[in-house]
Every structure is written in structure tokens, then in C-alpha cells.
């Protein structure tokens, strides 16, 4: 059904933009470009900019949007091969061979324990075998090892993925991968090399007012106005921790919650926490209010 | 356009954008997408090519210029020296090439020249006038703290953007390194006695696999920082690095000296670098460690004292190498085994002997340029013929590259 999604729609920057707007996301120009190069270039995207500016939720989206099955891989420091891939089901196995050993000949199971029924796929191998079109985020790729890094490239680049002692595994569908990275480290050049590179800063005023309206489609507009207006003032202020697009989200509900529909000293004072996490921002925000 | 597009993509190379074959071919093979599907040439083209944000102002100068006729291609700052390959030895470099050695292993030679040399041969002068001529300045200690506190910290400010990207890189090198040592102490082979007397309440079925243990890890390491007057110039650079190093290295100690010995492990722990540093200077006021003269003799007898080394034991010394005040060969002047062009053998050499026999590896990372080694009071030579590797670690990409080498 998807695959005849695909093929009948006509895909240009207008319809990627268009319907990535029905799904709850808002693009600039930039996004619609790139997301629109990876569809139409089959080619990986990565994905860096400040914490809670959209990066994950447009992977998100774009699985919406067009109808594909999604996938997920969290990096940590420290995931490994097996967390990503997959890994041989050792009971699984030893079963296997404790029961070719009681069986006669006849009913006798093949020897082999290293087949696919013994390993336990992971997202990625799962996303690969998918029969249906998907998407892959590998959600903060940085803060996994560079081992797990250059191993991702034979997949990146060749879209195969190669298992020890099992084969190697090609696409068996229109995987779209997203990788996101807040630049805690450097990527490989490698990597870089086989992506797209998309870089989403925090949004303009209009493109905010946009995204938020979105997300809470009952709050008054004026509201939403002079919250995303403070926002993007707050975000010039040089604090330890800038606030995200989802704080604003957050400071307009917490608004709504205690009833205020103007940005005053007393509104300010009482919601300010959702937005700042810091004691010594928080008073120089209150300061630049009291001004 | 395919020449066009070959072309951007040598401007690209040339002003400092990696731009490879294969985003060239993506450009190519965009194109058409991008004119049929109504798309940002400007933006495909970026996705493509760009790998780093901070990039981007140099890449829409070169399009504007390429593609739309804005001002003129931003010209290449190319220079000579700068392409000089990192392993090179030194064929034309006039330093004294250690005639105590047979062989010297010369790893970073003529790397980041360019940038650094104007600079510290103006400190190293500084350098000479205060240790040769005697003094150092009349500031109150306090004072001179605070200066060179500020001053230093100010400095890696001006250098943030260069700063981060190679401490990004060695960061990442040692990421990789702990990982796959994390990696190796988790995959541990089958303890098959174990396995089996865990199965015997299966019947003896095999249904249950035992690892054996982890290795104990028995490594430990020694940092020595040169604190003494003509370190001066060099001593933040080396407290961030002993820093950094408290936090990656288990059973780490780290020691400070000038004529004598401190530990300074415990101030280390703290988790603001500016706390740490106050301590540290702390700990420097009360072993009366300001400005004073390097002995190197009597440093390293302090640190043999304290520190109890063994075989696992890597010992790295951050100096310049500069024995000013320690104790030389007498009566030995006239012998050419015991003498360098400029000076006598110093007796630190024999307690540098003795921490290579009682450790594993004995590292000197020496902040100077390789051409003033052996120059004046520098007993490099001598160092490394008592058994120590000596490296040239100026600059963070220097350590990097180190920290692979070794």
C-alpha cells in the first residue's frame, strides 16, 4: 500500500513541505529541501542543532507522513553491536543442541544453531527486513562509541549490514535513516560524508508562533504572540541553558493552566520555572522582565 | 553544469570545505531532482556539501560568488609550511640532533610551527632574562595568581573555536580507546569449570554459561608537572591537561614540582576546573611553589619517595626539561660522554633512570619546540638516554596524535 503511495504521488519541495505541515510539523525551507534530496536520493540524513529544536520529532513526522513504519535506536555511551544489530540467542541454542543430542535420528533437528531463527534482531536489522517502506532515527548518534559509528557506515553506505558467523544482510525496503547528533562529539568524516546534512537552530518568530499553534490549537493567539516574543528574547540572553521549543510549549500550557492570558511581572514569576532550569538564569530573566 | 560542478567542488577543497567525489556525484545527481521537484539549489547544495554548520558562511560566499555572480571567490591562504607532513623528520632543522642517542625518535617534527613560534620564542626570552638573570618580578604572590589566572583563561577564550575542535578530537580518541576496553573487560571467555558445576542442577544439561572474571586492573599512573619559573608560560595548558587526565585515567596520581615535590590528586577531584586550579594554588602556596627554581634532582627524589612505582606504573612528566638549579656531574667536565654541547650531565638523569627500571614507560611531554631541546640547560638528550621517550606536545593536536602513537 505504501509502496503504491509513493509511486503515485508526484514528489516535489511543495508537496514534501505540504504534507509535513498536515502531520503537526512545521519546515523552513531548509528541512523541506533536504528532507525532499533523502527521499528522492535515498541518501541518509544527519541531523544537528541545539537540544529541543525538533530534530527527533521531524524524524517522527516524516514516518507519518508518508505512511512508513518507524524504527528507533537511542544511543548511550556504551551501546554496543548486539544492541543495535542483534544477538544470538545463546538458551535459544543450547536448547537446540541439548535436544539433537536426545533425538533419534529420524525427528533430529539440523545441527546448525547459527541460522536467523537463533539471532534476535534488533531496530536496525528490523528495519532493514521490514517489508514495508521505513524510517530509522538513530537518535543521538554522538553519544555512542566511534566503534558503533564506523560500523554503521557499511550500513550507511552500502545498505547492507553484515552479522558474523549468519551473512550479510541487504535493504529489503525504502529505508529512510536519520541520524541526530548534538555535537557532544565529532562524527567520523566518513559519516558525515555518506549523509545529508541538515543543521535545525532554534526557529524564527514566525516559524515559532507556527510550531506552537500546532501543537496547542486552543491558546489564545495573543498569548502564543508575546510567549514566543519573550522566548526569542530570553534565547539572546546569553543563559547557561537555553530554552527549548518545547518550553515554550509548555510555559504557554502552564499559562492556560493558571488562567493568564498576559505576560506580566506576576504571570512571569509564577511559570518561569517551566522555561529556566537554572537559578542564576532565572534571575536574570526576571530581571530583564522587571526592566 | 557537470564542470561547474566540478569546479564548486575545488573551490570548496581549496577554501577549506571538505567536499569529497562522492558529494560531488550527490550534486550531480541532484540537480535534476532539484530543478524538476522545485527545490533550493542553494540549500540542496549545502546539504550536500556541508558537514559543519560553523562552515556555512564561507559556503554561501563561495555559491554567491560561483552561482550568483556576489563578489569575487574567497582566495585560498595556502601555506608551505603547513603541508609538511606530520612524521617528517627534521632534514633541514638546525637543533642539535642529540649526539648522546643513536637513535631518536622524532615524531612531531616542524608540526604547527607556523602558528606558535613568534610567540614563544618571545616568552622563552622573557624566560632567559628571569632564570639566567636571577629574579622574578616584585608582584605579591596574590597578585601574580590572580594575573595569571585571568590572563591564561582570557587566552583560551580568544582560542575557543580551534580549542574545542581539537579537544573534540582527542576527546574522541580516548572516548574510542576507554570503549573498547570497556568492551574487551565485558567480553570474557566461558569459565567452563564453573559452567559445568553451575549446570549440575540441570542434570548436567548445559543450559547456563559462566563467564570468567574481569582482570584485575593493576595500571597505574604518575603525572609530574613542572611548576617552576620556566614552565611559567606553559603551566595552565599543563593543569588542564592533568585535569582532563584525572578524570579518563584510573589509579591516577599527579604531582607537581619545581625544587621539590607536591601531590595534587586530591585537589583534582573537584568538578569545576576553576575550584580544582584555586586548590591547586592553594596547595602551591603552602609548599612554597611560586616562581621557584626548577631542581630537578631533588623533585624527582621527592616524587620517587612518594610515589611507590612498579611495573605497571607509567609515569609522564610535563616539562620543559629545563634541570636550571639541579645538581651536575663534577670532575667529569672534560669527558665528552658526560657532557651536551652546552652543558654537563645533570644527576636528575640518574633518577629518571631509576624511574624507568621501577616503571613500565617513562613519558617527558615537553612544550617546547624541538629546535631549543638541548639548548642552554635542556637535558632532553640526557632523559632519554636514562630511558624516558621524550615528545614534543605543544599543542592539543600534538597530544592527540601522541595519544595514538603510543
Known amino acids: ?291 | 553544469m557537470k564542470d561547474d560542478l566540478i569546479r564548486f567542488s575545488r573551490t570548496l577543497r581549496e577554501n577549506g570545505i571538505p567536499a569529497s567525489l562522492r558529494c560531488t556525484q550527490n550534486a550531480y545527481e541532484a540537480l535534476p531532482l532539484i530543478e524538476k521537484g522545485g527545490g533550493n539549489l542553494k540549500e540542496a547544495l549545502a546539504a550536500i556539501y556541508l558537514k559543519d554548520q560553523r562552515k556555512r558562511k564561507k559556503f554561501n560566499e563561495i555559491y554567491g560568488s560561483f552561482f550568483e555572480g556576489k563578489g569575487e571567490i574567497p582566495q585560498v591562504h595556502s601555506d608551505p609550511k603547513n603541508k609538511t607532513l606530520k612524521h617528517r623528520h627534521n632534514v633541514t632543522s638546525t637543533h642539535d640532533q642529540s649526539f648522546h642517542s643513536k637513535t631518536k625518535y622524532i615524531p612531531f617534527a616542524e608540526t604547527m610551527e607556523h602558528i606558535k613560534n613568534s610567540l614563544v620564542d618571545e616568552v622563552k626570552l622573557d624566560y632567559i632574562e628571569n632564570t639566567l638573570g636571577g629574579s622574578s618580578n616584585g608582584d605579591s604572590e596574590d597578585n601574580v595568581d590572580f594575573k595569571s589566572v585571568k590572563s591564561d583563561l582570557a587566552d583560551l577564550n580568544s582560542l575557543q573555536p580551534e580549542l574545542i575542535d581539537l579537544c573534540q578530537k582527542l576527546g574522541k580518541k580516548i572516548a574510542t580507546k576507554r570503549a573498547r576496553r570497556l568492551k574487551e573487560s565485558k567480553k570474557q571467555k566461558p569459565d567452563i569449570r564453573r559452567t559445568i558445576r553451575k549446570n549440575m542442577k540441570h542434570g548436567g544439561t548445559l543450559l547456563e554459561m559462566v563467564r570468567s572474571k574481569p582482570p584485575v586492573k593493576k595500571h597505574n599512573h604518575c603525572f609530574l608537572n613542572d611548576v617552576s619559573v620556566s614552565c611559567d608560560w606553559i603551566s595552565l595548558w599543563f593543569f588542564c591537561m592533568v585535569y582532563a587526565a584525572q578524570h579518563s585515567f584510573s589509579n591516577l596520581r599527579t604531582f607537581e614540582f619545581d625544587n621539590k615535590t607536591a601531590e595534587i590528586s586530591s585537589a583534582l577531584q573537584e568538578d569545576e576546573v576553576i575550584d580544582a586550579f584555586l586548590k591547586v594554588l592553594e596547595i602551591r602556596k603552602q609548599n612554597q611553589m611560586i616562581h621557584g627554581k626548577s631542581n630537578m634532582f631533588t623533585a624527582f627524589e621527592g616524587f620517587l619517595n612518594q610515589a611507590s612505582l612498579n611495573n605497571k606504573s607509567y609515569v609522564m612528566i610535563l616539562s620543559d626539561c629545563r634541570d636550571w638549579a639541579g645538581p651536575k656531574y663534577k670532575n667529569q667536565s672534560m669527558k665528552t660522554e658526560f657532557l651536551t654541547k652546552y652543558g654537563r650531565k645533570p644527576l636528575s638523569a640518574d633518577l629518571i633512570k631509576e624511574m624507568s627500571r621501577n616503571s613500565k614507560k617513562v613519558l617527558i611531554l615537553n612544550p617546547e619546540p624541538r629546535s631549543k631541546w638541548n639548548v642552554a640547560d635542556s637535558c632532553v638528550s640526557y632523559y632519554e638516554d636514562a630511558g624516558a621517550e621524550c615528545f614534543e606536545v605543544r599543542d592539543l593536536e600534538q597530544l592527540a596524535d601522541l595519544i595514538s602513537e603510543i
Open chain 1, 1 to 291: 500500500m505504501n509502496g503504491d503511495f509513493m509511486s503515485e504521488t508526484i514528489l516535489d519541495t511543495d508537496y514534501v513541505g505540504k504534507i509535513l505541515g498536515n502531520n503537526n510539523y512545521i519546515p523552513d525551507e531548509t528541512i523541506i529541501n533536504v528532507v525532499f534530496l533523502a527521499l528522492s536520493l535515498q541518501k541518509p540524513i544527519l541531523i544537528e542543532g541545539p537540544p529541543g529544536t525538533g530534530k527527533t520529532e521531524l524524524s517522527k513526522a516524516v514516518a507519518r507522513a508518508f505512511m512508513r513504519d518507524f524504527f528507533r535506536v537511542q544511543c548511550y555511551e556504551g551501546i554496543t553491536f548486539e544492541q543495535i544489530v542483534g544477538e544470538w540467542n545463546y538458551q535459544k541454542q543450547l536448547l537446540h543442541l541439548e535436544m539433537s543430542k536426545i533425538s533419534d535420528t529420524i525427528t533430529k533437528p539440523d545441527d546448525d544453531v547459527f541460522r536467523e531463527d537463533f539471532f534476535i534482531k534488533r531496530p536496525l536489522l528490523s528495519a532493514f527486513m521490514n517489508d514495508n517502506p521505513s524510517v530509522i532515527l538513530i537518535d543521538e548518534i554522538d553519544k555512542a562509541d566511534e566503534e558503533v559509528e564506523s560500523f554503521l557506515l557499511e550500513a550507511l553506505g552500502e545498505k547492507q549490514i553484515t552479522v558474523n558467523d549468519l551473512g550479510t544482510f541487504d535493504l529489503k525496503n525504502d529505508l529512510m535513516v536519520i541520524l541526530t547528533s548534538n555535537s557532544q562529539r565529532q562524527l567520523l568524516d566518513e559519516t558525515k560524508d555518506r549523509c545529508l546534512y541538515l543543521y535545525i537552530d532554534y526557529p524564527s518568530l514566525e516559524r515559532e508562533v507556527e510550531i506552537v499553534k500546532t501543537h496547542l490549537p486552543e491558546a489564545s493567539p495573543h498569548l502564543v504572540e508575546d510567549v514566543v516574543k519573550a522566548m526569542q528574547k530570553i534565547r539572546r540572553m546569553n543563559l547557561s541553558k537555553v530554552p527549548s521549543i518545547r518550553a515554550t510549549v509548555d510555559w504557554i500550557k502552564s499559562m492556560t493552566m493558571f488562567n493568564k492570558n498576559d505576560l506580566n511581572e506576576d504571570s512571569v514569576k509564577k511559570t518561569i520555572n517551566v522555561v529556566i532550569k537554572n537559578e542564576e538564569d532565572r534571575e536574570k530573566v526576571l530581571k530583564s522582565f522587571h526592566k
